[in-house]
Nanobody, 126 residues
Framework: QLQLVESGGGLVQPGGSLRLSCAAS????????IGWFRQAPGKEREGVSC????????NYADSVKGRFTISRDNAKNTVYLQMNSLKPEDTAVYYC???????????????????WGQGTQVTVSS
């Protein structure tokens, strides 16, 4: 009965910033990987970043390293994706996902994740 709700998307100019949120309910995130994925029109859904709730282990796609930061808030059961120095190629629908299996790490492979939110649109344009 896990439910994921993304928010924080919108329109931003190149070089700007956005902070995405993924709120989870009816499920414990402890020892679970939580990932952010994105899908642009005509493209495959790709991994952006992930974090393990317990260990804090993270991974980032090469295209976003140094610009995006993933974090978590235990009290709110929420994962965030801080996106800085945004580029037009970052334009996509961003999805939050949870791997139900216990783990000490996380991976950016979409077929490893079991639960998905509905997505939030991010548009980077002048």
């Amino acid at each position: 009965q896990l439910q994921l709700v993304e928010s924080g998307g919108g329109l931003v100019q190149p070089g700007g910033s956005l902070r995405l949120s993924c709120a989870a309910s009816r499920f414990t995130l402890d020892y679970r990987p939580i990932g952010w994925f994105r899908q642009a029109p005509g493209k495959e859904r790709e991994g952006v970043s992930c974090i393990n709730w317990r260990t804090g282990s993270t991974n980032y796609a090469d295209s976003v390293k140094g610009r995006f930061t993933i974090s978590r808030d235990n009290a709110k059961n929420t994962v965030y994706l801080q996106m800085n120095s945004l580029k037009p190629e970052d334009t996509a629908v961003y999805y939050c996902a949870v791997d139900a299996r216990l783990s000490s790490v996380c991976v950016l492979l979409r077929n490893e994740y079991d639960y998905w939110g509905q997505g939030t649109q991010v548009t980077v344009s002048s």
